[in-house]
């Protein structure tokens, strides 16, 4: 039961454009979500997150949008940079998930020079 | 360098023979999470402690997988009679509080021969 959903597998962009990457959740009980990027052999790392409580974040390149309704989130990168070239990891939490998190397939990022 | 410190970052076993992962937090976070990813996957929650304590171990194998975060020293994750299914990279991750941003180590790749 995948309950946290990043359909695009991968992702190519050319610099200086934007990045979107997409994330669809089915449990509505989640009320809170994480962006983490992940370079090849290390750790994710954390970008941005969002509570249920609001519809957009932004910190500094990176925005994401939140439409509880239709169960979606998304992560804008502008400008894109090829530093930016990573995999990208949607993550969800809730009341009745405690604090574990509950992660999507990931989108590989290409961005281009 | 205070972040999640993982070690070993490579583990080769043969069927059979036990794996021993350990997990030091980053300094101040008492709350520790396990992770595991498989091939072309996305991450998969193990177990999350606080010190001394299993609070949540919904995501562990029933069998051969425990997990532990004594009051001194790193956390360890320990697989007894490995098989290749359990070829993986492992994740740990701290948060200073539940349900606070998750900070996650480098990982460690268990290869399983």
């Known amino acids: 039961d995948q309950q946290v959903k990043q359909n695009s597998p991968s992702l190519s962009v050319q610099e200086g454009r934007i990045s979107i990457l997409n994330c669809d959740y089915t449990?509505?009980?989640?009320?809170?979500f994480l962006w983490y990027k992940k370079y090849p052999a290390e750790g994710p790392t954390f970008l941005i997150s969002?509570?249920?409580?609001?519809d957009k974040n932004e910190d500094g390149r990176f925005t994401v949008f939140l439409n509880k309704s239709a169960k979606h989130l998304s992560l804008h990168i502008v400008p894109s940079q090829p530093g930016d070239s990573a995999v990208y990891f949607c993550a969800a939490r809730g009341e009745t998930s405690g604090s574990r998190l509950t992660f999507g397939e990931g989108t590989q990022l290409t961005v281009n020079p | 360098n205070a972040g999640v410190m993982q070690n070993p970052r490579h583990l080769v076993r043969r069927r059979g023979q036990e794996a021993r992962l350990r997990c030091s937090p980053m300094?101040?976070?008492?709350?520790v999470y396990w992770y595991r990813q498989l091939p072309e996957e996305g991450l998969k929650f193990m177990v999350y402690l606080q010190k001394e304590n299993i609070i949540d171990e919904s995501g562990m194998p029933k069998e051969r997988f425990s997990a532990e975060f004594p009051k001194e020293g790193p956390s360890i994750l320990r697989i007894q009679q490995v098989v290749r299914g359990d070829s993986a990279a492992y994740f740990c991750?701290?948060?200073?509080?539940?349900?606070?941003?998750?900070?996650f180590g480098a990982g460690t790749r268990l290869s399983v021969l």
């Open positions: 300094k101040g976070h008492s709350h």
């Open positions: 991750a701290s948060s200073w509080a539940a349900k606070n941003i998750q900070y």
């Open positions: 969002i509570s249920s409580i609001k």
């Open positions: 449990n509505s009980m989640f009320d809170y």
